[in-house]
Each structure stands twice: as structure tokens, then as C-alpha cells.
């Protein structure tokens, strides 16, 4: 087609020079599976690409192939910082011909150049490089690999300060595993729920799932709190300082937790498949957090003292 009738590099398959063309991929959906599973196929694909090629051609030499995608992508990042530093001069008044002499543009220049000399110097007998990705797919593959990577980190920070504060508190590190245990259990359940009902983990996810911390680690203070001053006050009765620990604050957090389970049971009406799934997310995270607190959290303490009297 490209020999009978011109392509305008603005229609987007391919770029000005026809270096490069976009393969274009659309997606039944963009769950997070779905997306890794595309990704893990077009990674395979490369692999074999590389390895075929590879096969037939004896001088390759897969670090220098390596470096000369590498060095393209700086030439393609360095050019387009060029182009929006033009516009950026010319906006503030500049003649276009004096915009391309200003300094940063020449030494931009000069990096460019710098970059085509050393590409052109390596080996040419390099693959097809499938490079990832453009478009909406392309974007969401990254922004989860972030997140995924993120995800263990920011939970452990979370958890390491509740651990902290808790510490500083009561000085006691049976009140932190009291709280604690149902904190990391309902992180779990939730992990596993998401993996169950197929909601990825994303950018909007992650929130979520660090918020469970947050609304558990009030209901695990308020129980534990009263239970613990009931229970030392009443002389070792643990069974009544637990009935009056419910009668107190337990009701204050049972209600709670079935007003915000309730308060966003409604998005399960969305016609938003991902309101949908947020809601039931965070039905389960209120829910587990408040039953966490009041039954969970009282049998830990039981457990934790068992060589105290009945």
C-alpha cells in the first residue's frame, strides 16, 4: 500500500521516518488478568522472535541489541523533549529561528546527536524489537505493574506504624497482636476475595485495601480498650468485663460497621461494573473489620491470658 498510495504518519500506524508501526490489540476487557495475560503473551512472542532470529543469524549479539533499543529510546525521549521545548519558547515570544538557537535546544541537539552516533556505531543485525506499549491498554499494564509493586510496601508501612503507635500506647505486644491478627486477616481475606470475584488490583484498588487498616484499627482500640480496663477492674472476670464491653462500645461499633456496610451496599445497583465491585469490597471490609473487633479480638485477649484466672 505504502508503494502505491502515501500513508500520512498522522494516522498513527506508523511514525515519520517508518521505523516503527504499532500492532494494535483490543481487549474483551480490561481486568487486570486479562491485561497480565496480554502482556505475558506478547513477552513470549518477543522471547521467541528473538530466539528465531537469534537461530539464523550468528553474529548476534543480544547486548548489544539490548543497548541499541535502549539508546532509541533515549533518542525518541531526548527529541521529544526538543519538540516540547520549542513550543515552550515560542509560547513565551520567540521567533521560531532564534527558539532553535537558544542554548538548552542546542544541547539538546547535541545529545541527540550524540545518541544516533553511538546507535549507528553498534551492531545492525538486531530483531524486530516488540516494544510495550501504547494506548489505553498499554498504560493500564503499566500503572498495575506499579501498583502491584507498590502494593506489599505501603501495606507493610501501614502496618508498621499501627505497630508502632500501638506499642507506644500500651507498651504491651499482646495488644498489637489483639489488633493486629484481625488487621492482617482481613487484608488476606480481601486479597483472596478479589482473586475470587476477578477485581484487580489497580490504582483505585489499592486505596481500598489500605483502608481496611485503618477502619479495623479503630474498632480492635475500642474493643481492646474497654475490655482490657473492664477486665482488670472486675478482679479476672473476663467473661463479664466482655459482656460489658459489648454493652458499652460494642454496640457503638457494631453499628457502625453496619451503616458502612449498608451506606455502600447501594453502589451494588450501579450500572458501573467498577462501583459494583468496590461495593461489595468494601461491604466485606466493614463488615469483616467489625466482626473482627467484636468476636475475634475478645477471643485473642482470652487466648493471650490464658494464665490468668476465668
Not at 482490657?228 to 460497621?257: C, M, P, W
Not at 462501583?275 to 466485606?284: K, N, T, V
Amino acid at each position: 500500500v505504502l508503494a502505491t498510495t502515501p500513508i500520512e504518519s498522522s494516522s498513527g500506524l506508523l511514525n515519520y521516518d517508518c521505523t516503527a508501526m504499532p500492532v494494535i490489540v483490543f481487549a474483551s476487557d480490561h481486568r487486570a488478568a486479562t491485561i497480565d495475560r496480554i502482556v505475558a503473551e506478547a513477552e513470549r512472542f518477543n522471547a521467541l522472535n528473538r530466539q528465531e532470529f537469534a537461530a539464523s543469524h550468528p553474529d548476534f549479539d543480544p547486548a548489544a541489541c539490548d543497548q541499541r533499543s535502549a539508546l532509541r529510546r533515549d533518542m525518541g525521549q531526548a527529541q521529544a523533549d526538543q519538540r516540547k521545548l520549542l513550543d515552550a519558547l515560542i509560547a513565551d515570544g520567540l521567533a521560531e529561528a532564534a527558539a532553535r538557537e537558544h542554548p538548552q535546544m542546542r544541547a539538546l541537539g547535541e545529545r541527540i546527536d550524540a545518541l544516533r552516533n553511538a546507535w549507528t556505531g553498534l551492531p545492525q543485525a538486531c530483531p524486530v524489537n516488540f516494544a510495550l506499549a501504547t494506548g489505553n491498554l498499554g498504560v493500564m499494564a503499566a500503572t498495575n505493574a506499579v501498583v502491584e509493586a507498590a502494593e506489599w510496601p505501603a501495606l507493610a508501612w501501614v502496618y508498621a506504624v499501627v505497630f508502632a503507635l500501638l506499642l507506644l500506647s500500651y507498651r504491651s505486644l499482646r495488644a498489637w497482636l489483639v489488633i493486629g491478627i484481625p488487621l492482617f486477616l482481613v487484608s488476606v481475606f480481601a486479597n483472596a476475595l478479589m482473586a475470587q470475584l476477578g477485581i484487580g488490583l489497580k490504582v483505585a484498588t489499592l486505596p481500598v485495601v489500605t483502608l481496611a487498616v485503618g477502619i479495623g484499627v479503630d474498632y480492635g482500640i475500642y474493643i481492646y480498650d474497654v475490655l482490657r480496663n473492664k477486665h482488670a477492674a472486675q478482679g479476672g472476670s473476663l467473661r463479664q468485663a466482655y459482656l460489658d464491653t459489648l454493652h458499652e462500645t460494642g454496640k457503638a461499633v457494631i453499628f457502625t460497621g453496619l451503616v458502612l456496610a449498608g451506606s455502600v451496599a447501594t453502589w451494588l445497583a450501579s450500572e458501573l461494573q467498577f462501583q459494583r465491585d468496590m461495593g461489595l469490597l468494601l461491604i466485606f471490609m466493614f463488615s469483616a473489620n467489625m466482626l473482627g473487633a467484636v468476636l475475634l479480638c475478645p477471643a485473642l485477649y482470652r487466648l493471650l491470658h490464658w494464665r490468668e484466672p476465668r
